[in-house]
């Protein structure tokens, strides 16, 4: 798992300290390991020098014949700071004079100083001075620079009378000087130090640059560009955005601008638009409210006019009737009486005028339940079962005429419904008669009334189903439209469903069908318990009751 930070800026910068930072390292690691090469190297130079004086002051001496001198100057300069020993040793390795007390023995030919010269077969005359250098530790730590060098054999001294060695030796001995370098090594350590703070103040100078420019040039006009950005996620359109830091985000930021005036513009036409559209449809609608007004003027006189018709059609018929059997009478009528083989006639005359009187009363009943449906009444708080118990009572003599059986199926739970009562046994009776009829001549035909709620509890429920001959579906919606019946002529002008459907909208309450052709119908009305905070009604025994 990474944990890069996320803006751009900040990873920018931390990128190039880490690009200074490692570059820095790498500098001051070099220049740190040449300056301690060049001091070494002068070192060496300065041990090469002093090597030297001391093998050419050894070699005038022994050609005078002053060994004495010679030793007594390396005496001398041994003493001197920063020279730990000088010594000679023969070529072969044999120790003949030391500095140091007790410093002799024989020199391992296969030393580092030696190898250089004694690797092979026949060993090197001349060696440069790095190689016949050599850097140790003494014996208390101290690191010490060792300088070897060769005292040859010059023709001045192996023709000399006195001179023992032969033209042919090249090499009579070797001076060894061992330097300590302990004031080096403290140069070093203050140059190591110098280098240090110097790359630590030329990474703290660069790296507060680099996070200024960054700042500057990079996130400034990045925030800039952000918060232009949610100006207009928010539809503030009117900030300009200017950025002059650099070429790219310059122009980045004038297409971003451009962007914006653009959206701007479209918002503007938008808006017009909008405006237009709203004036338009405003003259529109209260064009179609005119129109609605005329079309509602209209339908009401074409209901009238339907209303007129169907009232005039279906009291026209009987009182038809009734005029023609009272015209019979009034011939059969005589001045004496009705005569006596006749009077069986005159009387079928007048059951039928009673009959055809009858149903023009029926029907202007349903006419004044149609028109005053919607009126206001008295409502109170009801035992719904109560109401289809009276109910019941009241119609079951025509249900058993009919031979149909009537199964209740009352919820004993109920709480009291507010709602008008004689209302809702108008609702009762016309569902269950036009069940019973539905259902009348059906072999077993039964009308079910249930009572119950719904699941929440706050709505009443009530069934009325038929085991009928059921309705088409092209039929089921306009049965709640006044003047549809599927009765037949005569039976009705179709204004039950009609009532019931107004009287059920007057309680806040909805009434549904459901109908299947050879198998019955089933009405719903739910009715609202209007929140009441009432104790339950008494349970109740559902019963059936046969017509």
């Not at 001051?28 to 390991?33: I, N, R, S, Y």
């Not at 003493?79 to 140091?100: A, D, H």
């Not at 703070?197 to 703290?204: E, Q, T, V």
């Not at 004993?412 to 069940?435: E, F, R």
């Amino acid at each position: 798992m990474t944990f890069l930070p996320r803006r751009l800026s900040t990873r920018l910068i931390l990128s190039l300290l880490f690009l200074v930072m490692l570059v820095g390292l790498v500098a001051g690691f070099v220049h740190m390991k040449t300056q301690e090469s060049q001091i070494l190297d002068a070192m060496i130079l300065g041990a090469d020098q002093l090597s030297g004086s001391i093998a050419g002051a050894t070699w005038h001496a022994m050609l005078a014949d002053q060994k004495a001198a010679a030793y007594e100057i390396m005496q001398t300069i041994a003493t001197k700071q920063g020279i730990n020993r000088i010594r000679i040793f023969n070529k072969e390795g044999r120790v003949t004079f030391s500095t140091v007390t007790n410093d002799f023995g024989t020199v391992d030919k296969d030393a580092e100083a030696c190898s250089m010269c004694h690797a092979s077969d026949r060993p090197l005359i001349k060696v440069d001075a790095s190689s016949r250098a050599r850097t140790f530790r003494d014996p208390d730590g101290r690191r010490t620079l060792g300088m070897v060098t060769p005292i040859y054999n010059e023709p001045a001294c192996s023709n000399a009378a006195c001179h023992a060695h032969p033209a042919s030796m090249n090499v009579l001995g070797v001076v060894d000087v061992t330097l300590d370098l302990t004031v080096v090594d403290q140069e070093i350590a203050a140059v190591r130090t110098r280098a240090l703070l110097i790359s630590g103040a030329m990474f703290f100078l660069i790296a507060a640059f680099i996070v200024a420019f960054t700042r500057h040039y990079v996130d400034a006009p990045i925030r800039r560009l952000i918060s232009s950005a949610h100006a207009v996620s928010v539809m503030q359109l009117d900030q300009p955005v200017v950025i002059t830091s650099s070429e790219e985000l310059g122009e980045l930021a004038r297409s971003f601008d451009e962007m914006r005036i653009r959206l701007k513009e479209a918002i503007s036409e938008l808006n017009a638009f909008s405006q237009n559209l709203e004036s338009k449809v405003e003259e529109r609608t209260e064009q179609l409210r005119i129109a609605q007004k005329k079309l509602l003027h209209s339908d009401r006189l074409a209901s009238l006019g339907q209303l007129s018709a169907s009232v005039a059609h279906e009291i026209n018929n009987p009182l038809s009737g009734v005029l023609n059997l009272a015209m019979l009478l009034q011939r059969i009528l005589k001045d004496d009486g009705i005569p006596q083989n006749r009077i069986k006639e005159s009387r079928d005359y007048l059951a039928s005028i009673v009959r055809e009187t009858a149903r023009v009363g029926h029907i202007v009943q349903d006419l004044l339940a149609f028109s005053r449906r919607s009126k206001s009444h008295q409502r109170a708080d009801t035992n719904f079962n109560a109401i289809v118990t009276t109910t019941v009572n009241l119609i079951s003599h025509k249900l058993k005429l009919m031979n149909v059986a009537l199964d209740l199926q009352l919820e004993g739970n109920l709480p009291p419904v507010k709602c008008d009562g004689s209302q809702m046994q108008q609702v009762l009776i016309n569902l269950i008669m036009n069940g019973a009829e539905a259902a009348q001549g059906r072999p077993s035909g039964t009308v079910t009334v249930r009572t119950g709620m719904t699941g929440h509890g706050g709505d009443l429920v009530l069934e009325v189903r038929d085991n009928g001959v059921g309705v088409p579906p092209e039929n089921t919606a306009r049965l709640f439209t006044p003047f549809f019946t599927t009765k037949g002529e005569g039976k009705g002008v179709g204004l039950g469903l009609a009532v019931v459907y107004g009287i059920v909208q007057a309680h806040d309450g909805e009434i549904e069908v459901q109908s299947k052709v050879g198998e019955g119908t089933a009405f719903t009305v739910t009715i609202p318990f209007q929140g009441l905070d009432v104790a339950p009604a008494a349970p109740e025994t559902s019963q059936g009751h046969p017509a």
